[in-house]
């Protein structure tokens, strides 16, 4: 190579090292034991460098090209590395002069300028993971600089230098010493070097075959987590203040990195209440991209798996966080947008926020079906820890979350069934519920899934509202006869038709009325269908709820 580095150049060499982390997300996550031993630093990685290779591209100087790197790695951040990574990269744009081409120095001056954003970007900076290895590295190429080697020369004597310094960090941090590996953060980064490094030598990044340690990071977790949920944010605006929010977040966790740049700004941390982030973070800007793991759930299933069959629904079930965790249901949160802000229903938007502030609001929030990706993610994270899988969504003709979740679990290597339970909110939950039930008396996977059929056949749920208006606005409902309804201000009952769409069931002319209408229908039937319907009924301690309890009670149900 030349001694100075043009766009097309620079971008091939970003891509080298990209492809390199990608080939080596499997033996990154094995290795994983810092901040939090959930093996997924490969995996965050890879997908951040996926970032890159898909939506970056070459500009007309080196900083329009860096500027598109540093974008795409940003949009693209996942975990504690990969957001110190994309802060990195942006560091290194910030400090790059907007010409065709860059020198030795000019790129010294560019990653020891990335090498300071990073470190800043981390609210607790730990020697001997990959903040390390970015200044080690950044240091060698300063210093070839000023003694004038090559381009080429002061590359590979950096990533030598930065190769011994991986293989110190078990001396920097106790807990890597303890299972006898490197910093799979670190790690990430030499691999990136070493493929960026080699691609600008116009070498073949060739992955090694290296023998993963003898211990299964997933199976090593010693300790649960501290906090709970892994809380990440994209936030978009003019002017947000990184310190500002870096100060402020603080105060709910740990493993806090905010990282970003004129335009965006992305956050991580570690809490237990990922909703009051979200609540301060739609005050600095627009949310447009969230991700929540609920790690206490994730050590759960690791250490204390209760069965065999893995059961999962979304969110729009109603089920108490009581229920949730006595029966290991995994949820699969829908995005929710409201105000221009994405969140993560029940996580980032809880039940009670959105009562609380939908009443001042002159928008209203809207639900979508979740991200194919993530959810492909979390049924091969279940993969690896159970026999079966059993998923049960909300009605497909209400939403598109059955299909989606159909289509993410073609490629997981699992017996997994996905089921339409053809309702939603409480039927949704007693249907799960029930299912749960099952797989706790030991019932096979067989067995499990033809009594969930059954009892979709014999559940409905009837709903008592004041007037159409949010259901025609969502589309559950048609227009025209929503707009009859309301025009004659009748107060109707709705419920799920028996392939789940949206249906007037029965008609009253006073909210009295339709109540006593449920009333009535519901004592029809068999107490096989009434078991459950009112006891886990979440509007009981409600003036309509106990007016609709208080029958079934003096009738002993």
């Not at 994983?32 to 965050?44: E, I, K, L, R």
């Not at 209400?398 to 997981?412: C, D, V």
Request: with cysteine; net charge neutral; glycine share 8%.
């Amino acid at each position: 190579m030349t001694d100075f580095l043009d766009s097309k150049r620079l971008y091939h060499a970003f891509l080298g090292g990209a492809r390199a982390v990608i080939h080596a997300k499997d033996g990154l996550n094995a290795i994983n034991v810092f901040p939090v031993a959930d093996g997924d630093t490969g995996s965050n990685l890879a997908q951040t460098m996926h970032s890159i290779v898909e939506d970056s591209k070459i500009g007309n100087t080196v900083k329009e090209t860096l500027y598109t790197i540093s974008e795409a790695a940003l949009f693209g951040a996942r975990g504690n590395s990969g957001i110190i990574f994309a802060q990195y990269i942006n560091g290194m744009h910030f400090h790059l002069s907007d010409d065709k081409q860059m020198s030795l120095r000019d790129f010294s001056k560019s990653v020891s300028g990335g090498a300071n954003y990073a470190y800043n970007a981390v609210e607790n900076p730990v020697e001997g993971t990959m903040i390390t290895l970015i200044k080690v590295w950044s240091e060698a190429i300063s210093e070839a600089a000023n003694k004038g080697i090559a381009f080429q020369d002061a590359l590979m004597n950096a990533l030598d230098y930065a190769k011994k310094t991986l293989e110190n960090t078990p001396k920097m941090l106790p807990v890597l010493r303890d299972k006898g590996v490197v910093d799979a953060g670190a790690k990430g980064f030499f691999t990136f070097v070493e493929g960026f490094t080699l691609a600008l030598g116009n070498k073949a990044y060739v992955p090694k075959v290296e023998s993963l340690p003898a211990f299964s990071v997933q199976e090593e977790l010693d300790e649960p987590p501290t906090f709970r949920y892994c809380t990440e944010v994209l936030v978009r605006g003019e002017g947000i203040s990184q310190d500002a929010v870096s100060e402020h977040l603080k105060q709910f966790g740990d493993s806090l990195i905010v990282a970003g740049n004129e335009t965006k700004v992305r956050v991580h941390i570690h809490t237990n209440e990922p909703q009051s982030v979200s609540e301060f973070l739609s005050n600095q800007g627009t949310m447009i991209q969230q991700k929540v793991d609920d790690m206490q759930n994730q050590y759960d299933v690791i250490h204390h798996r209760k069965h065999r069959i893995a059961l999962v629904t979304d969110s729009v079930a109603d089920l108490p966080p009581s229920l949730l965790e006595k029966y290991q249901i995994q949820m699969i949160p829908l995005p929710i947008s409201w105000n221009d802000n994405v969140y993560l229903d029940k996580l980032t938007m809880t039940t009670e926020t959105l009562l609380t502030n939908i009443s001042d609001s002159k928008t209203y929030p809207s639900s979508s079906q979740p991200n194919e990706k993530a959810v492909a993610n979390q049924l091969s994270f279940l993969a690896n820890h159970y026999d079966d899988i059993l998923v049960l969504t909300v009605a497909g003709k209400l939403s598109g979350t059955y299909e989606t979740i159909k289509r993410a679990a073609t490629g997981i290597k699992a017996n997994v069934a996905v089921i339409d339970t053809m309702q939603n909110s409480g039927a949704q939950g007693l249907i799960v519920k029930a299912a749960a039930e099952q797989i706790a008396a030991g019932k096979t996977f067989d067995e499990v899934q033809h009594f969930v059929k059954q009892s979709i056949t014999r559940t409905k749920i009837f709903v008592s509202v004041p007037n159409l208006d949010a259901m025609i606005r969502s589309g559950r409902l048609g227009e025209k006869g929503g707009a009859i309804g309301n025009t004659l201000n009748l107060k109707p009952v709705v419920s799920l038709s028996e392939t789940g769409a949206g249906i007037v069931s029965d008609i009253a002319f006073s909210l009295t009325g339709s109540t006593n209408k449920i009333v009535k229908r519901v004592k029809k039937n068999d107490g096989a269908r009434k078991r459950g319907g009112l006891r886990d009924c979440p509007c009981q301690h409600t003036r309509t709820g106990s007016r609709i309890h208080r029958p079934f009670h003096k009738s002993g149900w």
